[in-house]
């Protein structure tokens, strides 16, 4: 099992920049994709950003496509999500969501793929 700590949530303005970091512990990191999905208040979870278990592989909702990105650095066992150029309609709790990796499977866009997830951190841009 992997146990999953987000942080870096804020208030920032429309336009600015902040980086989540995804803390995982337990064992195996590598054998865990991750994800990044975001819920606003009303609205559904919804899929922003995926990376495989080595970071060669990465997707990102139309969205968030050019203005964020994921990585991950195993060796320290973390997600991050950098987030540039954020507009108010980013506002929401951000979650990282962690996939096994068994039989190969790599990151998904369905939030009922991902087994674990964290407690969420809240982002709010203002306008």
């Known amino acids: 099992q992997v146990q999953l700590v987000e942080s870096g949530g804020g208030l920032v303005q429309a336009g600015g920049s902040l980086r989540l970091s995804c803390a995982a512990s337990g064992r195996f990191f590598t054998s865990y994709a991750l994800g990044w999905f975001r819920q606003a208040p009303g609205k559904e979870r919804e899929f922003v950003a995926g990376?495989?278990?080595?970071?060669?592989?990465?997707g990102y909702a139309d969205s968030v496509k050019g203005r964020f990105t994921i990585s991950r650095d195993n060796a320290k066992n973390t997600g991050n999500l950098q987030m540039n150029s954020l507009k108010a309609e980013d506002t929401a709790v951000y979650y990282c969501?962690?996939?096994?990796?068994?039989?190969?499977?790599?990151?998904?866009?369905?939030?009922?793929?991902?087994?674990?997830w964290g407690q969420g951190t809240q982002v709010t841009v203002s306008s």
């Open positions: 969501a962690a996939r096994t990796t068994l039989y190969g499977a790599t990151w998904s866009s369905n939030p009922n793929q991902y087994a674990y």
């Open positions: 990376i495989n278990w080595s970071g060669g592989s990465t």
